[in-house]
């Protein structure tokens, strides 16, 4: 009987040791990361890191994605980012402008002459590396700076020339002056609106037109509140999707490596497989009856012309943004 006891006893006791150790091999980290879009090129990037981080980390980080917006609108995202109740996250780069006054470099007009031209331009080696810095003393820090889109314009009256921009109200990505004072000499009323309060706005005419990428345009269905759909010449929508810094030091060196390393592999979805779903997305809107305007050459040279010298003048206004400018431009030209 006592055999018998003392058998059990050691059983529990093997037991107990099995249930506490347990956690030591489960999971310890969970990732939210949040996007105000879905089934983009973003969304892929996200699955890919997730599949990435946690097949590489062996359990230890659970990566959890939340698209169209459901951890709350993107001002709540930014901020929830820099707090660290989201540890990751994608926006439009006006949004994250409010959070660190250098992101406004990625929406200087004329920087990038399209998508993969501005793939090219942040992935030269000193502008990575320059890119590191952002945030810093704000933290957060870049994952990948996310070359989203051609920006384009949706409108309810049509913008096929220059004049056309003349008193519309339209939202733009932002509120930070390089988002909107190029778009004020074009006659522009701009309004800062989340993506989430677009769709609305657009419906009841609040607006009457609104900036973003085709993918937004045709995954919410916008063809069916207005129609023409305008390519704004050399004008690049960029998404960075930012991390939280103390995030990467709390889950230690060894995993925080594979976070970068995953997000890094994971970038190159924003060439072809982005590429191929932007043409795809123009396809779908002309299917659903919209149309897609490019403007005639002489008239995207007038608005390059207005937007372009605008942008460089709001960014040479503080000096640490203009070095940033002047080694973006130096590298675009490089990789043209």
Known sequence: ?????????????????????????????TMKLSLPTINDVVHEYFKALKAGIEQRSGGKIKVDIYPANQLGQLPAVV??????????????NGFWVS???????????????GVLHGIKTTNDPAIRARMATFGADKGVEILTPGIYSPMMMLTHKAVRTV???QGQKVRTQGGAPIQVEPFKKLGILPVSLPLGEALPAMQNRTIDGMIAGVAPFTAFKYYDVAKPLTFLPATTLV??????????????PELAAIVKDESRKAEALFTDWNMNSIKAGEEIWRKNGGEIITLPPAEAKRYIDVVVPTGAQVLSANPRIKADYDAFVEAAKKHR
Do not use: C, Y
Request: proline share 5%; glycine share 10%.
């Open 163 to 165: 004049a056309d921009f």
């Open 1 to 29: 009987m006592r055999a018998t006891i003392g058998k059990l006893a050691a059983i529990g006791i093997l037991a107990a040791g099995i249930l506490a150790a347990a956690p030591a091999v489960a999971q310890q980290f």
């Open 99 to 113: 959070l660190e006054p250098r992101f406004q470099v990625f929406d200087a007009p004329g920087l990038f002459d």
């Open 79 to 92: 901020e929830g980012v820099a707090l660290g109740t989201i540890e990751a996250a994608s926006s439009a």
């Open 239 to 252: 998404a960075p999707i930012v991390i939280n810094k103390q995030f990467l030091t709390k889950i230690g």
